[in-house]
Protein backbone atom coordinates (compact mmCIF):
# COMPACT_ATOMS: atom_id res chain seq x y z
CA UNK A 1 0.00 0.00 0.00
CA UNK A 2 1.35 3.39 -1.03
CA UNK A 3 1.36 6.29 1.08
CA UNK A 4 -1.53 7.89 -1.60
CA UNK A 5 -3.70 4.84 -0.50
CA UNK A 6 -2.51 4.90 2.92
CA UNK A 7 -4.07 8.92 3.38
CA UNK A 8 -7.11 7.98 1.66
CA UNK A 9 -7.73 5.10 3.93
CA UNK A 10 -6.68 7.08 7.02
CA UNK A 11 -8.70 10.10 5.79
CA UNK A 12 -12.24 7.57 5.46
CA UNK A 13 -11.54 6.70 8.79
CA UNK A 14 -11.25 9.96 10.07
CA UNK A 15 -14.47 10.90 8.54
CA UNK A 16 -16.14 7.52 9.56
CA UNK A 17 -15.20 8.25 12.98
CA UNK A 18 -16.49 11.69 13.46
CA UNK A 19 -19.33 11.21 12.11
CA UNK A 20 -19.82 8.05 14.97
CA UNK A 21 -18.50 9.84 17.75
CA UNK A 22 -20.97 12.63 16.51
CA UNK A 23 -23.59 10.55 16.53
CA UNK A 24 -22.74 8.95 19.90
CA UNK A 25 -22.25 11.65 21.43
CA UNK A 26 -25.45 12.75 20.68
CA UNK A 27 -27.18 9.84 22.00
CA UNK A 28 -25.82 9.36 24.92
CA UNK A 29 -26.95 13.11 25.83
CA UNK A 30 -30.52 12.55 24.35
CA UNK A 31 -30.41 9.09 26.92
CA UNK A 32 -29.23 11.54 29.98
CA UNK A 33 -31.05 14.39 29.22
CA UNK A 34 -34.71 12.16 29.25
CA UNK A 35 -33.90 9.66 31.04
CA UNK A 36 -34.73 7.36 28.64
CA UNK A 37 -34.00 3.29 29.47
CA UNK A 38 -33.31 1.40 26.42
CA UNK A 39 -30.53 -0.72 25.96
CA UNK A 40 -30.04 -3.64 28.46
CA UNK A 41 -27.20 -3.48 31.15
CA UNK A 42 -24.76 -5.34 28.89
CA UNK A 43 -25.33 -2.81 25.54
CA UNK A 44 -25.45 0.13 27.46
CA UNK A 45 -21.71 -0.74 28.71
CA UNK A 46 -20.56 -1.53 25.58
CA UNK A 47 -22.34 1.71 23.91
CA UNK A 48 -20.35 3.23 26.74
CA UNK A 49 -16.50 1.93 26.01
CA UNK A 50 -17.22 1.92 21.97
CA UNK A 51 -16.54 5.69 22.56
CA UNK A 52 -12.79 5.28 23.39
CA UNK A 53 -12.82 2.82 20.85
CA UNK A 54 -13.91 5.61 18.21
CA UNK A 55 -11.40 7.93 19.82
CA UNK A 56 -8.66 5.60 19.43
CA UNK A 57 -9.59 5.21 16.04
CA UNK A 58 -9.90 9.00 15.07
CA UNK A 59 -6.07 9.14 16.76
CA UNK A 60 -4.65 6.56 14.77
CA UNK A 61 -6.07 8.13 11.47
CA UNK A 62 -4.72 11.63 12.96
CA UNK A 63 -1.33 10.33 13.58
CA UNK A 64 -0.97 8.26 9.68
CA UNK A 65 -1.42 11.73 8.69
CA UNK A 66 0.74 13.21 10.18
CA UNK A 67 3.42 10.79 9.96
CA UNK A 68 3.53 10.69 5.95
CA UNK A 69 2.56 14.15 5.58
CA UNK A 70 0.91 13.76 2.62
CA UNK A 71 -2.54 16.15 2.98
CA UNK A 72 -3.03 17.11 -0.55
CA UNK A 73 -2.56 21.14 -0.37
CA UNK A 74 -4.81 21.69 -3.54
CA UNK A 75 -7.20 19.53 -6.04
CA UNK A 76 -7.90 19.87 -10.00
CA UNK A 77 -11.11 22.53 -10.33
CA UNK A 78 -13.04 19.30 -11.14
CA UNK A 79 -12.18 17.26 -8.35
CA UNK A 80 -13.32 19.97 -6.02
CA UNK A 81 -16.47 20.26 -7.57
CA UNK A 82 -17.37 17.04 -7.71
CA UNK A 83 -15.71 16.43 -3.64
CA UNK A 84 -18.14 19.11 -3.29
CA UNK A 85 -21.21 18.15 -4.65
CA UNK A 86 -20.39 14.54 -2.17
CA UNK A 87 -19.70 16.51 0.65
CA UNK A 88 -22.97 18.32 0.61
CA UNK A 89 -24.87 14.98 0.01
CA UNK A 90 -23.09 13.13 3.25
CA UNK A 91 -23.88 16.46 4.89
CA UNK A 92 -27.54 16.12 4.35
CA UNK A 93 -27.35 12.33 5.18
CA UNK A 94 -25.70 13.31 8.62
CA UNK A 95 -28.83 15.80 9.24
CA UNK A 96 -31.35 13.12 8.66
CA UNK A 97 -29.84 10.69 10.92
CA UNK A 98 -30.53 12.82 13.93
CA UNK A 99 -34.37 12.89 13.79
CA UNK A 100 -34.68 9.13 13.02
CA UNK A 101 -32.21 8.06 15.79
CA UNK A 102 -34.51 10.46 18.33
CA UNK A 103 -37.49 8.32 16.86
CA UNK A 104 -35.34 5.13 17.33
CA UNK A 105 -34.40 6.04 21.28
CA UNK A 106 -37.93 7.69 22.25
CA UNK A 107 -39.12 4.32 20.64
CA UNK A 108 -36.77 2.45 22.34
CA UNK A 109 -37.80 3.90 26.11
CA UNK A 110 -41.55 3.82 24.71
CA UNK A 111 -41.46 -0.30 24.49
CA UNK A 112 -38.75 -0.69 27.76
CA UNK A 113 -42.23 0.85 29.32
CA UNK A 114 -44.58 -1.54 27.65
CA UNK A 115 -42.65 -4.02 28.91
CA UNK A 116 -42.56 -3.14 32.21
CA UNK A 117 -46.22 -2.40 32.62
CA UNK A 118 -46.99 -6.10 31.15
CA UNK A 119 -44.54 -7.36 34.03
CA UNK A 120 -46.03 -5.09 36.84
CA UNK A 121 -49.72 -6.19 36.00
CA UNK A 122 -48.66 -9.95 35.62
CA UNK A 123 -47.40 -9.13 38.82
CA UNK A 124 -50.56 -7.56 40.57
CA UNK A 125 -52.84 -10.73 38.78
CA UNK A 126 -50.50 -13.37 40.26
CA UNK A 127 -50.91 -11.98 44.05
CA UNK A 128 -55.14 -11.32 43.47
CA UNK A 129 -55.21 -15.11 41.01
CA UNK A 130 -52.92 -17.35 42.90
CA UNK A 131 -54.41 -17.32 46.17
CA UNK A 132 -58.29 -16.88 46.71
CA UNK A 133 -57.00 -16.83 50.84
CA UNK A 134 -54.99 -14.50 51.05
CA UNK A 135 -56.67 -12.21 48.40
CA UNK A 136 -59.92 -12.64 51.07
CA UNK A 137 -58.05 -11.56 53.66
CA UNK A 138 -56.06 -8.49 52.32
CA UNK A 139 -60.01 -7.41 50.71
CA UNK A 140 -60.92 -8.22 54.57
CA UNK A 141 -59.47 -4.61 55.49
CA UNK A 142 -59.07 -4.16 59.73
CA UNK A 143 -56.60 -1.81 61.43
CA UNK A 144 -55.49 -4.36 64.20
CA UNK A 145 -52.46 -6.14 65.04
CA UNK A 146 -53.49 -9.24 63.81
CA UNK A 147 -54.58 -7.79 59.90
CA UNK A 148 -51.36 -6.12 59.33
CA UNK A 149 -49.21 -8.85 60.64
CA UNK A 150 -50.51 -11.51 58.53
CA UNK A 151 -50.39 -8.73 55.37
CA UNK A 152 -46.86 -8.16 56.12
CA UNK A 153 -46.37 -11.72 56.02
CA UNK A 154 -48.01 -12.08 53.15
CA UNK A 155 -45.85 -9.70 51.45
CA UNK A 156 -42.59 -10.77 52.76
CA UNK A 157 -43.07 -14.28 51.16
CA UNK A 158 -43.74 -12.90 48.02
CA UNK A 159 -40.78 -10.46 48.02
CA UNK A 160 -38.63 -13.45 49.19
CA UNK A 161 -40.02 -15.73 46.17
CA UNK A 162 -38.52 -13.92 43.34
CA UNK A 163 -35.06 -12.09 43.34
CA UNK A 164 -36.66 -9.45 40.68
CA UNK A 165 -40.34 -9.14 42.17
CA UNK A 166 -41.01 -5.22 42.58
CA UNK A 167 -41.51 -3.07 45.85
CA UNK A 168 -44.85 -4.05 46.16
CA UNK A 169 -47.60 -2.19 49.06
CA UNK A 170 -51.60 -2.45 49.93
CA UNK A 171 -53.48 0.79 49.95
CA UNK A 172 -56.30 1.43 51.70
CA UNK A 173 -58.39 4.21 52.84
CA UNK A 174 -59.20 4.66 56.07
CA UNK A 175 -59.56 8.23 58.14
CA UNK A 176 -57.33 9.84 61.02
CA UNK A 177 -58.61 12.38 63.54
CA UNK A 178 -62.26 12.22 61.48
CA UNK A 179 -60.02 13.29 58.21
CA UNK A 180 -59.52 10.54 54.67
CA UNK A 181 -56.22 9.53 54.65
CA UNK A 182 -54.85 6.91 52.69
CA UNK A 183 -52.60 3.92 54.20
CA UNK A 184 -50.04 2.10 53.19
CA UNK A 185 -48.86 -1.58 54.38
CA UNK A 186 -45.55 -3.41 53.10
CA UNK A 187 -42.98 -5.88 54.56
CA UNK A 188 -40.79 -3.00 55.86
CA UNK A 189 -41.99 -3.30 59.24
CA UNK A 190 -42.68 -6.78 59.71
CA UNK A 191 -39.71 -8.21 61.88
CA UNK A 192 -40.29 -5.47 64.16
CA UNK A 193 -43.97 -5.74 64.94
CA UNK A 194 -43.65 -9.50 65.70
CA UNK A 195 -41.24 -8.16 68.48
CA UNK A 196 -43.68 -4.91 69.63
CA UNK A 197 -46.33 -5.18 71.45
CA UNK A 198 -47.60 -1.85 71.22
CA UNK A 199 -50.43 -1.63 69.43
CA UNK A 200 -49.47 0.27 65.90
CA UNK A 201 -50.62 3.86 64.99
CA UNK A 202 -52.33 4.66 61.80
CA UNK A 203 -49.92 7.47 61.07
CA UNK A 204 -47.31 5.58 60.88
CA UNK A 205 -48.85 4.26 57.63
CA UNK A 206 -50.07 7.15 56.03
CA UNK A 207 -49.37 7.12 52.30
CA UNK A 208 -47.65 10.13 50.69
CA UNK A 209 -49.14 10.71 47.65
CA UNK A 210 -49.36 13.48 44.72
CA UNK A 211 -52.94 14.97 43.52
CA UNK A 212 -53.11 12.88 40.94
CA UNK A 213 -52.77 9.84 43.08
CA UNK A 214 -55.24 11.22 45.06
CA UNK A 215 -58.03 11.75 41.98
CA UNK A 216 -57.21 8.33 41.22
CA UNK A 217 -57.28 6.56 44.21
CA UNK A 218 -60.54 8.45 45.41
CA UNK A 219 -62.00 7.28 42.42
CA UNK A 220 -61.27 3.48 43.01
CA UNK A 221 -62.49 3.71 46.66
CA UNK A 222 -65.48 6.07 46.17
CA UNK A 223 -66.38 5.38 43.13
CA UNK A 224 -65.41 1.46 41.93
CA UNK A 225 -63.16 2.60 39.44
CA UNK A 226 -61.23 -0.81 37.97
CA UNK A 227 -58.81 0.38 36.21
CA UNK A 228 -55.51 0.19 36.83
CA UNK A 229 -53.01 3.15 36.85
CA UNK A 230 -49.35 2.74 34.81
CA UNK A 231 -47.07 5.36 34.95
CA UNK A 232 -43.36 5.52 34.42
CA UNK A 233 -40.30 8.56 34.41
CA UNK A 234 -36.24 8.34 33.98
CA UNK A 235 -36.32 4.48 35.16
CA UNK A 236 -39.08 4.71 37.80
CA UNK A 237 -41.74 2.44 37.27
CA UNK A 238 -45.19 3.05 39.40
CA UNK A 239 -48.25 0.64 39.12
CA UNK A 240 -51.95 1.33 41.36
CA UNK A 241 -53.69 -1.95 40.62
CA UNK A 242 -57.60 -1.94 42.24
CA UNK A 243 -59.08 -5.27 43.77
CA UNK A 244 -62.57 -5.12 44.38
CA UNK A 245 -65.42 -7.23 45.63
CA UNK A 246 -68.38 -5.40 47.03
CA UNK A 247 -68.01 -2.83 49.32
CA UNK A 248 -63.96 -4.02 49.90
CA UNK A 249 -61.94 -2.73 47.71
CA UNK A 250 -57.63 -2.25 48.33
CA UNK A 251 -54.97 -1.21 45.88
CA UNK A 252 -51.67 -3.42 45.42
CA UNK A 253 -48.67 -0.46 44.28
CA UNK A 254 -45.83 -1.85 42.63
CA UNK A 255 -43.17 0.50 42.43
CA UNK A 256 -39.42 -0.04 40.68
CA UNK A 257 -36.39 1.56 39.36
CA UNK A 258 -33.91 0.22 37.06
CA UNK A 259 -30.86 1.94 35.39
CA UNK A 260 -31.05 -0.11 32.51
CA UNK A 261 -33.76 -0.53 29.67
CA UNK A 262 -35.22 -3.98 28.17
CA UNK A 263 -34.28 -3.90 24.20
CA UNK A 264 -31.05 -6.32 23.74
CA UNK A 265 -29.79 -9.69 25.48
Excluded at 14 to 32: A, M
Amino acid sequence: MNPKQLVRLSNLIGIISIVLLILWVFTFITIEVFGLKVFRENLTESFYMSILGILALMSGALIINIMFNLTRIAQKHNQDTELGKHSKKYGWILLASFPVLLLLLFGGDYLTSRKKEQVLVQSAKSIVETNSKKRAHLLNYSFDMEWIKETQEILDVLSKTDDNFPHVAILVKDSIYDEPAFLGFTDDYYYGIRKDSIPPHKRSYIRKTTQPERDYLNSVFEEGNVHYRYSSHDGRYELFYPVIKGDQRIVIYFSEYQSYGKIGS
